[in-house]
Nanobody
Framework: QVQLQESGPGLVSPSQTLSLTCSVSGTSVTTNYYFWSWIRQPPGKGLEWMAAIGYDGSTYYDPSFKSRASISRDTSRNQFSLQLSSVTPDDTAAYYC?????????????????WGQGTQVTVSS
């Protein structure tokens, strides 16, 4: 079975960099032809797709996050990570990692076949 598990800080100070890691088990982050995404959901709002990294290491960003976000992977640890710089209280959200069986760069939940449980991140004012 495929399992994804997010880890990261529960609280981040404004202007700091948020670092999140998704640990993957049951499959490899290099397996053809999957794409691995970070998606977030602010309180009371819908899902926001942020970034993805493909099985081949290709990276993709939503324009609203491109200037601040960096997605990477560690194939030896079977993990992928997200760094979001210069955070503000507007970055407070539940952050999820998810897998898509193809190049879907969207927030639509039905495009993903595996999700982490999510991790809550609060940016203090």
């Amino acid at each position: 079975q495929v399992q994804l598990q997010e880890s990261g800080p529960g609280l981040v100070s404004p202007s700091q960099t948020l670092s999140l890691t998704c640990s993957v088990s049951g499959t490899s982050v290099t397996t053809n032809y999957y794409f691995w995404s970070w998606i977030r959901q602010p309180p009371g709002k819908g899902l926001e797709w942020m970034a993805a990294i493909g099985y081949d290491g290709s990276t993709y960003y939503d324009p609203s996050f491109k200037s601040r976000a960096s997605i990477s992977r560690d194939t030896s640890r079977n993990q992928f990570s997200l760094q979001l710089s210069s955070v503000t209280p507007d970055d407070t959200a539940a952050y999820y990692c998810a897998r898509a069986p193809g190049e879907w760069l969207v927030a639509a939940a039905d495009r993903y076949d595996a999700w982490g449980q999510g991790t809550q991140v609060t940016v203090s004012s």
